[in-house]
């Protein structure tokens, strides 16, 4: 019920706040050091501490990596909601696949033309699967500070922490 109100209320705003000068835009990035691989490397960093080493899982790059489309629908200046779409591969002895929907809310703290500075929130379910298994759980990211410098075609990096990146690079397009 919860949830359902929520959509409706986003929903309401969007058409709420519609008009000419609403921008629409896709974006796709690359994510480093996501939650699901940082989690495995956590647990390995706690495991030595215990002279576990022989229960260690190997970590590669990829699996601290998270490949990510996002879409946007700004409200006004300040705001801006859409989602964030995101895989990720974990290469350990796991081997699991994981997708992650997650609805976003950005704001823009300082918003030029042709440069942004926002923070921004998102959390969703998360699907986990390999051939033996499908998992789901909830997952999240929480951008604490992100930098787009351009116009319709804007280059972004962003610091926080999540699924989709604790580092995170990529290309925003206006449609």
């Not at 609403?22 to 691989?37: A, C, E, K, P, R």
Request: proline share 1%.
């Amino acid at each position: 019920m919860r949830k359902s109100f929520l959509l409706c209320l986003l929903f309401a705003i969007s058409v709420l706040y519609a008009g000419e000068s609403v921008d629409h835009n896709v974006s796709f990035s690359y994510g480093f050091i996501n939650l699901t691989g940082g989690n495995i490397v956590a647990g390995n960093a706690v495991a030595s501490s215990f002279s576990a080493d022989d229960q260690q899982e190997d970590v590669d790059l990829l699996s601290l990596s998270s490949f990510n489309i996002a879409y946007g629908y700004e409200l006004w200046e300040k705001l801006e909601i859409g989602g964030i779409l995101t895989y990720s591969y974990t290469a350990s002895s796991f081997n699991y696949h994981s997708v992650t929907l997650m609805p976003k809310a950005k704001l823009n703290w300082i918003n030029k033309s042709d440069f942004r500075f926002y923070s921004l929130l998102a959390i969703g379910p998360a699907f986990y699967f390999n051939s033996d298994k499908f998992e789901t759980a909830a997952l999240w990211q929480a951008t604490l500070g992100g930098f787009e410098f351009g116009n319709d075609t804007s280059f972004f990096f962003e610091l926080g922490v999540g699924q989709a990146g604790g580092f995170a690079t990529g290309v925003k397009f206006e449609l």
